[in-house]
Nanobody, 119 residues
């Protein structure tokens, strides 16, 4: 199985920056994309940013221009640089990995890291 460990969450004031990191381990051979989702209380989990193994990226409209996702394939890590943070960015952020096998497609999730944007 794939194991994902997030780091970098915390409390930050509006307008400041925060950087999240996720390290993947285990059966990582067939991972074709990694990214970040977030879930705020009372809301559904939503995609924040995604990056494929070839470097293609996808961002939620609400974070375009403020967040940047990057990867290091050699280290099996993905990072999310979050700038100009807003209170509405407050959520639990989950690292995600997408994998194809002969049996189908699978999603793997990290434990989540809390990001709180407040003055």
């Amino acid at each position: 199985q794939v194991q994902l460990v997030e780091s970098g969450g915390g409390l930050v004031q509006p307008g400041r920056s925060l950087r999240l990191s996720c390290a993947a381990s285990g059966s990582i051979d067939s991972i074709y994309a990694m990214g970040w989702y977030r879930q705020a209380p009372g809301k559904q989990r939503e995609l924040v940013a995604l990056i494929t193994s070839t470097g293609n990226t996808n961002y939620a409209d609400s974070v375009k221009g403020r967040f940047t996702i990057s990867r290091d394939n050699a280290k099996n890590t993905v990072s999310l640089q979050m700038n100009s943070l807003k209170p509405e960015d407050t959520a639990v952020y989950y690292c995600n990995a997408k994998k194809h096998t002969g049996w189908g497609s699978y999603d793997y999730w990290g434990q989540g890291t809390q990001v709180t944007v407040s003055s």
